[in-house]
């Protein structure tokens, strides 16, 4: 079966860096955009980050823009969030997810929840002094 599994998520201070990374089984990697979602208790899961199956499309949400990094590995199946100049509101658990595109669309980043069809288990991610 699908299995997308998260890990690297720590207490960190604001203004340091963290790299999360994704790892897939049980799917043809290299078919799936990828993205990093995040939610807050209270709050609705939103998107993060996301990497089109080619790899040559990323798209972020404006709230990490110019902070975050997505990027993949399809050898090692794996997807990574490289987080830096981290804030206390970026604290929330973090999950990946994949979405399955044709190879004509295989420049696509789709950024709401419901076009991905799995899920991992989350991360906690908290920033904190």
């Known amino acids: 079966q699908v299995q997308l599994v998260e890990s690297g998520g720590v207490l960190v201070q604001p203004g340091g860096s963290l790299r999360l990374s994704c790892a897939a089984s049980?799917?043809?990697?290299?078919?799936?955009?990828m993205g990093w979602f995040r939610q807050v208790p209270g709050k609705e899961r939103e998107f993060a980050a996301g990497?089109?199956?080619?790899?040559?499309?990323?798209y972020y949400a404006d709230s990490v823009k110019g902070r975050f990094t997505i990027s993949r590995d399809d050898a090692e199946n794996t997807v990574y969030l490289q987080m830096n100049s981290l804030k206390p509101e970026d604290t929330a658990v973090y999950y990946c997810?994949?979405?399955?595109?044709?190879?004509?669309?295989?420049?696509?980043?789709?950024?709401?929840?419901?076009?991905?069809?799995?899920w991992g288990q989350g991360t906690q991610v908290t920033v904190s002094s």
């Open positions: 997810a994949s979405d399955w595109e044709p190879v004509e669309k295989k420049n696509t980043v789709v950024i709401v929840a419901t076009a991905y069809e799995y």
């Open positions: 049980g799917l043809t990697f290299s078919s799936y955009a």
């Open positions: 990497i089109s199956r080619s790899g040559y499309t990323t």
